[in-house]
């Protein structure tokens, strides 16, 4: 029966050859039944190859997917199930076409079948890799672009808010200074018309004192020269008693003394302000008349009730060493008030 088989088989593919057909009807029982099976071997074996390479690159793609941007994980596993699903279905239309195409092939053309089916299969992996590439290619691009369009949106918006925020706390900072200057610039009013009430009252009062007459001329070193005699004493600032003048105001005064010495007497005396020594007369008479004076004067700032002075620092003698007229004197006059 599988004789007869091989024979109306090949006597469709060879019908009009020669008697050397008939030979070869001659087989053995299995032989044909072992090329259809060692046939089926390879389809299946070669099928097995196709399937792994395909479940290589299902593992390939689901590696790659895997590695995409975590942020965007939930929309890439959405997208990885619908390819996934689609790449099956595709998967099992192609697996059903080439069983269908195998099984047509192999009653048609045997000896064709291995070529059509591997060419078949690697042309559509081809079309299908390269059109899985190109989606995920645009995936990845589309994908790209929303999410910087997001972003700068984002930071726009972020940028708007800190300007209107920083621009409040601003003008809030700017009230405040504003208010702080005026509050200040009314204290700084108040402060100037006092002060110059206060100079306007020191002006309208001025200082001035002249006093004459020294009161004794013996023993005079290191003590102060006590002019009895008051000319004038606006301010009331000099004291005849201890010969001290006390500053009213503020301010820089002019001190003069003018003595008269004993003929033969030498002396030096010190103007005295606010315990600096502002002024020296150093004079020795030796004529032989008692009408040589001296002077001496200095300029000095003294404070609102600092003193002055007039202190006989050296004399050469217990004596009488000043001449008892009315050309002695110790006057004071204030040039500005502070």
Known sequence: MVCNIRYTFTSSIYRGSKDNIESQMQCSKYH??????????????????????????????????????????????????????????EKNLINSSVQSLILDTFTDEKNLLNSSVQSFILDTFIEET???????????????????????????????????????????????????VKIKSDNLADKFTAKFNQLRKDHSSPVLFKATSVQSDTNLQGEIIKFHTIVTNDGLGYDKNSGIFTAPV?????????????????????????GDVIGKLHFKNSSDSRDVCVSANGIHKVLKGEKAWI??????????????????????????TN
């Open 130 to 180: 390269k059109l899985f590439n190109i989606s995920v290619q645009k995936l990845i691009v589309d994908t790209f672009k929303e999410e910087q369009h997001l972003l700068n949106i984002s930071v726009q918006s972020l940028i708007l808010n800190t300007f209107k925020e920083e621009k409040k706390l601003l003008n809030k900072s700017l009230v405040n200074v504003i208010e702080d």
């Open 250 to 274: 503020s301010g820089v005064y002019l001190f003069t003394v003018q003595i008269c010495p004993e003929i033969g007497a030498h002396l030096e005396v010190h103007i005295v302000a606010s």
């Open 32 to 89: 044909f039944e072992e090329k259809i099976l060692e046939k089926l071997v390879r389809v299946e074996h070669k099928l097995e190859i196709n399937e792994q390479r395909i479940k290589n690159f299902e593992e390939s793609v689901s590696i790659k997917l895997n590695d995409f941007n975590e942020s965007e994980n939930q929309r890439r596993q959405s997208m990885l199930s619908l390819i996934q699903d689609t790449f099956k279905e």
């Open 311 to 336: 202190v006989c620092s050296k004399a050469n003698s217990k004596g009488d060493v000043i001449y008892a007229i009315h050309a002695n004197s110790f006057s004071g006059i204030l040039l500005n």
